[in-house]
């Protein structure tokens, strides 16, 4: 047995694990009538709504949702379904998630909530999305193991470009707080300016 939970044994566990890793919507909910467990587990403990989460797939992750699944349920990489939303940067799936009522303050293995991968990647409707979203409450100035908040991680490791200037613009419109320092004592605009990320600079100085 691994330590989240019970591996897939029956072959109606099989089938939804395939089927929601490949986004067979159909397929999903058949093996759901067929008896599968909505928690069954692969490999490496991911869920049939983690892998639907992962690759996106919004038909299946929406039967499984109806159906019941734990949007929280953690792999041996400490990834919830809607964790994994932070890295897919998908809009509709967090709003397909944002149904099931996760628990927006767990954080994945770097200590980090969804928002923090998302502005790293400059995932511009993914943050839009969570941030205005009346149903989704996830903390925009939450602080990972490395010491950053999105707003930090977004100007550290962005590129500057045109995704990271909305995405600083939309985590600042959001609440963030611009004067949080990371580990070193360094601001976000104190990053922007030492990486001539001049636009950014701009809108943080504001």
């Known amino acids: 047995m691994s330590p989240t939970g019970t591996p897939a044994r029956s072959a109606a566990d099989r089938a939804l694990l395939e089927a929601a890793r490949s986004g067979d919507a159909d397929a999903v909910r058949a093996a759901i009538e067929r008896g599968a467990g909505l928690e069954a587990r692969d490999e490496n403990d991911r869920t049939p709504l983690l892998l639907a989460a992962t690759g996106d797939h919004i038909g299946a992750a929406r039967i499984l ?100 200037q909305k995405t600083v613009k939309l985590l600042l419109d959001a609440g963030a707080d611009p004067e949080i320092e990371d580990g070193t004592g360094m601001t976000a605009l104190q990053h922007a300016r030492r990486r001539g990320q001049d636009e950014v600079a701009r809108l943080l100085s504001e």
């Open 65 to 164: 949702v109806d159906a019941g699944a734990d949007p929280d349920a953690l792999d041996q990489q400490h990834d919830t379904p809607w964790l994994v939303t932070g890295v897919t940067g998908s809009a509709a799936m967090a709003r397909t998630l944002a149904a099931a009522d996760p628990d927006y303050t767990i954080v994945n293995r770097y200590g980090g909530t969804s928002l923090i991968p998302a502005g790293e990647h400059g995932h511009v409707a993914y943050i839009r999305e969570v941030t205005t979203n009346p149903d989704i409450d996830v903390d925009v100035d939450h602080v990972n193991d490395l010491g950053w908040t999105a707003l930090l991680e977004a100007v550290i490791l962005g590129d500057g470009g045109a995704d990271h």
